[in-house]
């Protein structure tokens, strides 16, 4: 069975604007940014979908790539527009996300579940519901819950910047074996590293 006529969504959730790009809230929009630029392929603006789409294959695969315009707490405004539009299942729609639970560089793939606080995964579950796939980049955690926001809208020191980067390049090699193999086959290789 041929797996060209499947349809995906990748959604990294962020905020937009300059002033928000290199905090660690936007880790989603780094990976949906690298995808775009390995693919060569720019993301354009799309009022439709409220956010910036580029459409891409991996493995094979039709891959829409989304970076939601609104803020975090809107997340589910553009996600909800797309999978409309292109009637995409929630189970073939994964949103990478900031993740303060996991040390800064480490990643997991999750599917389904809670919204664990966050508030673009809330927002995304209000519209689509839990049944969704989740890459969640680790961004560490302050410490201390009142330093939360103050952390998670600032910027990564270098060491936790690299560290992100290069677990976004073992995310991008599990993406890869999702699409061409199976979830768990992803899920195996990416939570080894």
């Known amino acids: 069975m041929s797996r060209t006529t499947d349809l995906y969504a990748i959604v990294g959730l962020g905020n937009p604007g300059d002033e928000y790009a290199r905090t660690r809230h936007n880790a989603g929009f780094w990976w949906v940014d690298a995808l775009a630029a390995r693919a060569r392929t720019p993301l354009r603006r799309e009022a439709k979908f409220h956010g910036e789409l580029a459409r891409i294959t991996i493995a094979d695969c039709d891959v829409l790539l989304l970076k939601p315009g609104t803020f975090m707490n809107r997340s589910g405004q553009a996600v909800q527009a797309l999978a409309q539009f292109y009637k995409i299942a929630p189970e073939n729609i994964l949103i990478a996300h900031d993740e303060l639970d996991l ?8 599917l389904g579940g ?6 673009g995964l809330r927002d995304v579950h209000r519209v689509i519901g839990a049944n969704y796939r989740r890459l969640r980049i680790g961004i560490g955690h302050p410490g201390d819950k009142t330093l939360v926001l103050n952390y998670v809208l600032g910027r990564p020191s270098r060491d936790d910047s690299d560290a992100i980067a ?9 993406l890869g074996t999702w699409l061409s193999s ?10 080894t590293n």
């Open 114 to 119: 809670g919204h664990g606080g966050h508030n």
């Open 103 to 110: 040390p800064a560089g480490k990643m997991r793939l999750k």
């Open 182 to 191: 199976s979830w768990e086959k992803a899920q195996q290789q990416l939570h």
């Open 166 to 174: 290069n677990g976004l390049e073992h995310a991008t090699d599990a």
